[in-house]
């Protein structure tokens, strides 16, 4: 039986070559061996990936560490990209890595969710590296830490980037912002107030564990990134008898990369077919009751779901 299904895949990788202080694993250095490991980790599940011609697979890699400065998870992209049975394949990438790789990949189906970090490169080699993406017709959401440091240079960035491309906002973890400071962010932002909050979601239904899992190094399959429970191993086939609907053990979900995927929101109509990277499916909705208005003059987003 055919399986219609959404990876979320975290190896091993935690080093980075940025050392943002919003960022727990900022600066860490990954031995060689850590480094072997984590390409054979991922050189395994793209060969587990390709073998899947019975089922429509989508990959979105989160590494801890930024992947796209080592060659397999360039290789990984690029290679995935191309399998008919792939529909999507996206990475999280801070951007530091050149680009022209990617004229390899089949570009209707890469794309990456780009996050800009000011302090840890220029604005100047990020926008080059946005511009590059736009020739090349790569597909790609860029991003920003809501922190008030940050507010004049995402400001910039907005005005510089084409008016298709998504600029999105994540909160800071731990930051509660004022009404003010959240509609600064909101201006730029229209989805911004579903980052503000955390969602409630305990037993709510999620897509998470049913046609959504999170992969790591070894294979362990569990429904998504915060939720230890496993489900099974992806290389024995083990994780497939645990498939179906099931509602949220946590009480809360505070990441896109959870939240998205709640049943109870409808981020699957503002992301269809543009999940996994962030891209919204058109010009940008605001909420309204009962889902998404149809597109028309900004104005106050409605509160979300939260504690």
């Given at each position: 039986m ?9 190896g ?16 860490r ?11 054979a ?12 011609t019975?089922?429509?697979?989508s990959?979105?890699f989160?590494p ?18 191309r ?39 220029p ?5 080059g ?16 830490v ?17 008016p ?33 909050h955390?969602?409630r ?7 998470t ?5 999170s ?36 009480d ?23 999940v996994?990277?962030r ?29």
């Amino acid at each position: 039986m055919s399986t219609d299904l959404t990876i979320l895949y975290r190896g091993p990788l935690a080093s980075c070559d940025y050392d943002c202080p919003y960022c727990p694993f900022a600066k860490r250095r990954d031995s060689g061996e850590q480094l072997r490991s984590d390409r054979a980790a991922l050189e395994r599940f793209t060969g587990w990936a390709a073998e899947q011609t019975g089922d429509r697979l989508s990959v979105l890699f989160t590494p801890w560490g930024e992947g796209l400065v080592r060659s397999w998870y360039r290789r990984a992209l690029v290679e995935l990209s191309r399998l008919p049975h792939i529909g999507r394949v996206a990475v999280q990438t801070n951007l530091s890595c050149r680009t022209g790789w990617l004229a390899e990949a089949e570009r209707d189906k890469a794309a990456l969710w780009c996050t800009y970090h000011p302090g840890q490169t220029p604005y100047e080699r990020f926008l080059g590296r946005c511009r590059e993406l736009t020739a090349l017709g790569v597909r790609y959401s860029v991003g920003i830490v809501g922190l008030d440091e940050h507010l004049e240079e995402a400001r910039r960035l907005r005005a510089a980037l084409p008016p298709e491309v998504y600029l999105w906002v994540n909160a800071a973890e731990g930051h509660t912002y004022s009404d003010e400071q959240a509609d600064r962010w909101t201006a730029l932002d229209p989805l911004f107030p579903y980052s503000r909050h955390p969602h409630r979601s305990a037993g709510l239904p999620c897509r998470t564990g049913r046609s959504v899992i999170s992969v790591d190094g070894d294979g362990t399959v569990r429904r998504c990134h915060f939720v230890r429970a496993e489900l099974g191993n992806l290389y024995d086939g083990s994780y497939r008898s645990s498939l179906g609907p099931r509602g949220c053990p946590l009480d809360v979900c505070d990441c896109h990369i959870g939240y998205v995927h709640l049943e109870t929101l409808p981020l699957y109509d503002v992301f269809a077919g543009g999940v996994l990277e962030r891209i919204p499916a058109r010009p940008i909705r605001i909420p309204a009751p009962g889902g998404f208005a149809s597109p028309g003059p900004a104005r106050r987003p409605l509160p979300v779901v939260s504690r």
